[in-house]
């Protein structure tokens, strides 16, 4: 070839290509796409999810890494990563079912998640029966010819409900239909639903996984290599791609799970006990206490029990209002699972499409604040509640 014009230079640069060293930390591949010298080769990357990268829709080898590493800690065979959790649960649902389909679902789940199930009924012909989330007496009964799917949550959103992950997911085995759980509120260092029996895990890594509430993406963990690929055929166009970059905000954050979820979970154990105590305080929710409904169940599944729980003020929701606008530490944002303790009002905000039934059954109260408690100085998120409190008292 003659000598390249500058307009030619300008596009194909030169890149290095590394050798005797190697970078620390994982690259980020900002590329759309991914360059063959084999025509074969290329056409082989559209066959199966472990062939050469071909297109970022598709995947990348920063969201691979990312991927991995999230099935490692899960204990699953490969994963595949979503612009969000809502992208990851969607995808397996929507991979999975058809119009005629049923699906088990636990009654009290995220509200995102409720909402799909509604609209996947009223809109796509998939029927739902929804059962306590340790109701194994309710589930076998539910199951049917149709029943495809067990949809559960390691820990519910908001009212921290625990499910009975192994005697669920008993009845889905010998039933033959794939268990699912969302295990966000758990993490895999509280819980690794694939060995008490589940097919599949889904995770909004949005909260602890990336942990400093900066990015937004999901990913869908597979128990079989069979179950994988029968969702990435689907994936790979439906289009709820992870972002490189937000993966490798993702697997930066994951570096510090371990030690961010043990805090969180001190922090609360340190919080909940003088809420406990307080006259503004009506009840505490929070699987850590002997007298809510999931002590037993977790107490049995879980080592720890979360970072995050919900509460009820004497005075209801107008005094759930005062204490939202008084404290000064926690911040009123949705979201949860990072470093800064945040909180939120459910039946206006993360559950506000459930109507006053669907609240009820999921526990939810109109005054119910949910607390998701970050890494601070537990004496200091006291301090700050314990000023609140007065206020929301008044
Ligand atoms: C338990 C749970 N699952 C799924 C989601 C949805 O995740 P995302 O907001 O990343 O779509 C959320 C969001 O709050 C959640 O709390």
């Known amino acids: ?144 010819p149709e029943t495809k799917v067990m949809y559960l949550e390691t820990i519910a959103n908001p009212m921290t409900q625990v499910s009975d992950l192994p005697a669920m997911f008993a009845v889905a085995r010998e039933a033959g239909i794939v268990g699912i759980v969302d295990n966000t509120f758990a993490s895999p260092i509280l819980c690794r639903p694939i060995e008490h029996g589940a097919d599949i895990v889904v995770h909004s890594t949005t909260k602890y996984l990336s942990g400093h509430a900066d990015v937004v993406g999901g990913v869908a963990v597979f128990a079989s290599e069979e179950l994988h690929e029968r969702v990435w055929r689907f994936a790979i166009e439906l289009g709820t791609t992870c972002d490189p970059f937000a993966a490798w905000l993702t697997l930066r954050g994951m570096q510090t799970l371990p030690l961010r979820m043990a805090r969180h979970c001190d922090n609360v154990r340190a919080l909940v006990p003088r809420l406990v105590e307080h006259p503004a305080v009506a009840e505490v929710h929070w699987p850590g206490l002997p007298g809510h409904p999931s002590y037993e169940v977790a107490a049995k599944l879980l080592p720890d029990f979360g970072g995050v729980f919900s509460f009820e003020l004497v005075g209801g929701r107008s005094a759930g209002e005062r204490f939202m606008s008084s404290v000064r530490l926690a911040l009123m944002a949705p979201s949860l699972g990072g470093v800064v303790t945040l909180m939120l009002h459910p039946a206006t905000t993360s559950h506000r499409k459930l109507n006053t039934e669907q609240l009820a059954a999921a526990g939810i109260g109109e005054g119910t604040v949910r607390v998701a408690v970050g890494i601070e100085h537990p004496d200091d998120l006291w301090a700050d509640f314990e000023q609140a409190l007065a206020k929301a008292g008044q």
């Open 1 to 144: 070839m003659t000598e390249l014009r500058p307009e030619t230079r300008a596009v194909h640069l030169p890149k290095p290509v590394l050798s005797g060293s190697r970078p620390i930390t994982q690259p980020i591949y900002q590329t759309s796409g991914f360059v063959f010298d084999d025509p074969a080769v290329f056409a082989s990357g559209f066959e199966a999810p472990d062939r050469p990268f071909v297109y970022g829709r598709m995947s990348n080898p920063t969201v691979r890494a990312l991927e991995d590493a999230v099935a490692d800690l899960e204990g699953g065979v490969a994963a595949i990563a979503a612009g969000s959790g809502m992208g990851a649960i969607n995808t397996v649902l929507f991979a999975l079912l058809q119009p005629g389909d049923h699906v088990i679902a636990q009654t009290a789940l995220y509200g995102g998640t409720a909402h799909m199930f509604h609209e996947l009924a009223r809109r796509f012909g998939v029927e739902v029966t929804y059962v306590g989330e340790a109701d194994v007496e309710a589930a076998r009964a539910a199951v049917r």
